[in-house]
């Protein structure tokens, strides 16, 4: 065997392994490539699945049940405070003519005593036309524990909590933002895996340098996906 002929036989086997080993780069390249644009698939069906919309909508519900619950309370506390002047008005004047009927000269006291007379049914009537409960010790309207309580017994038939949806459509939407950023990394790594596939055996390093990190912008986004997924 000739020399020349020993240095054909070595460079036709080395053609053969360059050839074996650009096809089983270029498979590998391929694998992945199928991988991360099936992956970038799942992302993709997993942000349209999460629809900030609905929450949204029960939220604005929330809102608007808990307007009309404020109206129709605020109206009935006016309603009661108005009742409650009358009540007290008359109270108070009852007390006065009281007061009055123990300095008063003798021929004024018949009147004094029909007044003070008329001002006690005034109020023992007025008292009938506002809850009892919420009157102080002191003589004053509780306000306050009135719209509580009023809120509190709507509260159990209505849903009055928007921001908690409000939240949650919040919380989507980032979710949403979040998956869109990883497909767009997604995107690049597929551009250089293709970039790798189609670069020439002879630049070795060169698209090993690309497939790596198209590889890393690959498995990078996919982890984050998975857990965030799973937690």
């Known amino acids: 065997m000739t020399i020349e002929h020993q240095e054909s036989v070595t460079t036709s086997e080395h053609v053969v392994e360059t050839d074996e080993e650009n096809d089983n ?7 992945f490539i199928a991988i991360v644009t099936l992956t970038g ?3 993709a069906w997993r942000a349209a699945n999460i629809e900030p919309g609905p929450k949204e909508q029960a939220g604005l519900r929330a809102v608007l049940n808990l307007e009309t619950t404020r109206l129709i309370n605020n109206s009935a506390l006016y309603k009661n405070l108005r009742a409650y002047g009358a009540y007290f008005l008359n109270d108070e004047l009852q007390y006065q003519l009281t007061e009055a009927l123990a300095f008063a ?6 009147l004094l005593r029909q007044k003070r007379a008329q001002s006690t049914d005034l109020a023992a009537v007025g008292r009938r036309f506002f809850p009892q409960r919420y009157l102080r010790s002191d003589g ?5 524990r009135q719209l509580s309580e009023a809120y509190a017994q709507a509260n159990q038939s209505l849903d009055l909590d928007s921001q908690f949806y409000f939240d949650q459509a919040n919380a989507d939407d980032s979710r949403v933002y979040s998956i869109m950023l990883l497909i767009f990394l997604l995107t690049v790594s597929l551009f ?5 596939e189609g670069l020439h055996p002879e630049r070795k390093m060169l698209r090993l340098t690309i497939a790596l990190i198209g590889s890393l912008l690959f498995l990078g986004p996919t982890i984050n996906f998975i857990l965030t997924e799973l937690l």
Not at 105 to 110: A, M
């Open 105 to 110: 000269l003798p021929e004024e006291e018949p």
């Open 41 to 43: 698939a799942v992302m």
């Open 140 to 144: 004053s309207y509780d306000s306050q």
């Open 25 to 31: 780069f270029q498979l590998i390249i391929a694998i």
């Open 192 to 196: 250089c895996l293709t970039i790798a």
